[in-house]
């Protein structure tokens, strides 16, 4: 079956770098453009980054644009998230996901695919 298995997250201090790993397996990787989303406690799951499944192509939300870099690497089947200058407002669970596409989507609907998230918290 499909599995996504999200890690690197961790406790930080505002200003530190993490960068989170999601190695996918049970689907043909290249097939699909990845996405990473987050989702805070009480809030709803919000877009983070997303890539093409060639990697020539990313995508990335107003709040982490010049911060995060989203990349990956088709022939280890992983994506990965470069987080760069945290802030406490990161804080949250962040999750990979796959989309059977072409394209990349901001869309939480858009995706089939979800790992089960990994705690990322900055403090300030």
């Known amino acids: 079956q499909v599995q996504l298995v999200e890690s690197g997250g961790g406790l930080v201090q505002a200003g530190d770098s993490l960068r989170l790993s999601c190695a996918a397996s049970g689907l043909t990787f290249s097939s699909y453009a990845t996405g990473w989303f987050r989702q805070a406690p009480g809030k709803e799951r919000e877009f983070v980054a997303a890539?093409?499944?060639?990697?020539?192509?990313?995508v990335y939300a107003d709040s982490v644009k010049g911060r995060f870099t989203i990349s990956r690497d088709n022939a280890k089947n992983t994506v990965y998230l470069q987080m760069n200058s945290l802030k406490p407002e990161d804080t949250a669970v962040y999750y990979c996901?796959?989309?059977?596409?072409?394209?990349?989507?901001?869309?939480?609907?858009?995706?089939?695919?979800w790992g089960q998230g990994t705690q990322v918290t900055v403090s300030s």
């Open positions: 890539i093409k499944r060639s990697g020539g192509n990313t």
């Open positions: 996901a796959a989309d059977y596409s072409a394209y990349v989507s901001a869309r939480v609907a858009a995706y089939e695919y």
